[in-house]
């Protein structure tokens, strides 16, 4: 008899330990939005509506309707990069940035981020903060959870071998647009 509790209580004590994760698309979304990444899905559908010839000879109505679906599929494509990047314990990583991007420090990284030159990060991230917060924005700088995700940034997002066809298919959908998937990617 003595075998059933210790046996339910270790498998009880085994199912509250927190099992590590890749990170969700939901959760990277959060964090790209909170550091003002998120245009760039707009800017890129704008690239490419004004550089790719088979939509760029779109009529204007179509040719704005092309950004949403173009900008939604290159975004997703980002964050599983990102996602990928991040590994079998994106997780956690993405939980440490979303815990300091809720402190006064990561708020304003947060603004310097979306405003800045990378290389400039770090001083546009001290204005106005404390001794304190500045402490803590350096540490955070120089945490492992800041370096993965920053190399994450760093990775040359491959787009899939049937991005075509995909983007094909959002016009499709989305706007009534049939284009040759070859003539758009």
Not at 173 to 183: F, G, S, T
């Amino acid at each position: 008899m003595m075998r059933s509790p210790v046996l339910l209580l270790s498998l009880l004590c085994f199912t509250g330990v927190a099992q590590a994760a890749p990170a969700t698309d939901a959760e990277v979304r959060a964090v790209v939005q909170s550091l003002g990444l998120g245009t760039l899905g707009t800017d890129m559908a704008k690239l490419m509506v004004d550089n790719v010839p088979a939509l760029n000879a779109l009529p204007e109505t179509d040719r704005q309707c092309a950004h949403a679906p173009i900008k939604s599929l290159l975004d997703a494509q980002f964050r599983r990069s990102v996602i990928s990047g991040l590994g079998n314990d994106g997780d956690e990583v993405i939980a440490e940035w979303s815990r300091f991007l809720g402190t006064p420090g990561g708020k304003s990284l947060s603004s310097a981020f979306a405003a800045a030159n990378p290389s400039t990060i770090a001083e546009k991230s001290n204005v106005d903060l404390s001794e304190a917060e500045r402490a803590e924005v350096a540490a955070f700088l120089a945490s492992p959870a800041y370096t993965r995700f920053i190399a994450t940034l760093d990775i040359e997002s491959e787009l899939p071998d049937d991005i075509g066809v995909q983007l094909a298919k959002g016009l499709q959908d989305q706007c009534r647009i049939a284009l040759n998937p070859d003539d758009i990617s």
